[in-house]
T-cell receptor
Framework: EAQVTQNPRYLITVTGKKLTVTCSQN?????MSWYRQDPGLGLRQIYY???????DKGDVPEGYKVSRKEKRNFPLILESPSPNQTSLYFC??????????????FGPGTRLTVL | SQQGEEDPQALSIQEGENATMNCSYK?????LQWYRQNSGRGLVHLIL?????REKHSGRLRVTLDTSKKSSSLLITASRAADTASYFC?????????????FGTGTLLAVQP
């Protein structure tokens, strides 16, 4: 089944404790992205990757890191989480962006709470 | 840099009625997409309309785009209880901005059985 998976789905942690949220897709998509969703703010893009070893900042990259060493994986790293990073996180992937078609396929989400 | 604003923020209708949601955006776009999100779950792509298109249909969905007014509307006809969800518009720009999908704040639709 074609899908985007995220792990963990739920995570409660404490301020300053490094964590990684994994994202994997099995559709051979070149483009992958991370979003956070907060009440009243919709989804905001954190980072995106056009292909292996190519990443770029989205609208809210502060406090996050990403890496793209393999096409299928795009982990999100919080080196020193803070309470304002408590949010619902989504990973998404998309076929190569050619012309103007770029439907994105979303993972199920990771609900992160930082105490 | 929030691009889309949906209106209304929340909408409650009876099963069988039509639901209309509107989206306004600020800058020139390459395309506009609509997504559905069931409570707390991942988003699902519904339909994409290009900047040179004015109307598009997919099943019970009808999307219009007015680039002069920088607005789009999503119409769901003959709504069902299963249509209860949040609906988001999202836009992409040109050049490097095609890499970014910028979402609005969403419309919460409740369809009463």
């Amino acid at each position: 089944e074609a899908q985007v998976t995220q792990n963990p789905r739920y995570l409660i942690t404490v301020t300053g404790k490094k964590l990684t949220v994994t994202c994997s897709q099995n559709m051979n998509h070149e483009y992958m992205s991370w979003y956070r969703q907060d009440p009243g703010l919709g989804l905001r893009q954190i980072y995106y990757s056009m292909n292996v070893e190519v990443t770029d900042k989205g609208d809210v990259p502060e406090g996050y890191k990403v890496s793209r060493k393999e096409k299928r994986n795009f982990p999100l790293i919080l080196e020193s989480p803070s309470p304002n990073q408590t949010s619902l996180y989504f990973c998404a992937s998309s076929p190569p962006i050619r012309g103007d078609y770029n439907e994105q396929f979303f993972g199920p989400g990771t609900r992160l709470t930082v105490l | 840099s929030q691009q889309g604003e949906e209106d209304p923020q929340a909408l409650s209708i009876q099963e069988g009625e039509n639901a209309t949601m509107n989206c306004s955006y600020k800058t020139s776009i390459n395309n506009l997409q609509w997504y559905r999100q069931n409570s707390g779950r991942g988003l699902v792509h519904l339909i994409l309309i290009r900047s040179n298109e004015r109307e598009k249909h997919s099943g019970r969905l009808r999307v219009t785009l007015d680039t002069s007014k920088k607005s789009s509307s999503l119409l769901i006809t003959a709504s069902r209880a299963a249509d209860t969800a949040s609906y988001f518009c999202a836009t992409t720009g040109y050049g490097g901005a095609t890499n970014k999908l910028i979402f609005g704040t969403g419309t919460l639709l409740a369809v009463q059985p």
